[in-house]
């Protein structure tokens, strides 16, 4: 199952939602599609979406999936990938209406870089990137807040003063 997640932006990414559409439309996408679409005004007609989700449903729906295919929400990339799901980063772009500026690239690159997740900003061709990413051997992501946590204990533990 694919899940695509928009997130709570006051923008639409119509693109992204059209364009998965319109490809699971042809059958070029065979999965099962579910997407929180947030703010986005396109109606699907080959999959079912919602605005938004609660936070049960929406954590339901990242781990019935194999794959998230998301805006560059930091978070939901994160909780994607301490789930083990492949993730496909969609950046929002200015251009296109769907933020103020281009900061989601910054953020798309960079987890893109390290191999945690695959970015594109070619979403015509969405369906060949999704059989890539079923086979591509990414990068475990490890999150930092331990290291970030003991850190904190051994200051205050000095009797360091902030």
């Keep these: ?5 928009l997130g709570t932006q006051k923008f639409q990414m119509n693109r992204l939602i059209e364009a998965v559409d319109v490809q699971k439309g042809k059958g070029l996408i065979k999965e099962e599609i579910f997407a929180q679409s947030g703010n986005s005004d ?5 999959f079912e979406s919602k605005a938004f989700l609660n936070s049960d449903e929406f954590n339901n729906q990242i781990e019935k999936s194999d794959i998230v295919i998301t805006h560059s929400g930091v978070s939901t990339i994160i909780k994607a990938l301490m789930l083990g799901k492949k993730v496909i980063v969609v950046p929002r772009l200015a251009k ?8 989601q690239m910054e953020i798309a690159e960079t987890f893109s870089e390290l191999n945690y997740v695959f970015m594109t900003l070619e979403v015509n061709d969405l369906y060949k990137i999704i059989e890539d990413v079923k086979t591509h ?13 003991d850190t904190i204990k051994s200051f205050l533990a000095n009797g360091s003063k902030i």
């Excluded at 396109?42 to 080959?46: D, E, F, K, Q, S």
């Excluded at 051997?137 to 946590?149: L, P, T």
């Design 1 to 5: 199952m694919i899940f695509v997640a």
């Design 42 to 46: 396109y109606m699907p007609g080959n």
């Design 96 to 103: 296109f209406g769907e933020h103020v500026d281009n900061h």
């Design 137 to 149: 051997k990414f990068n475990s992501y490890v999150s930092g807040n331990d290291i970030m946590i």
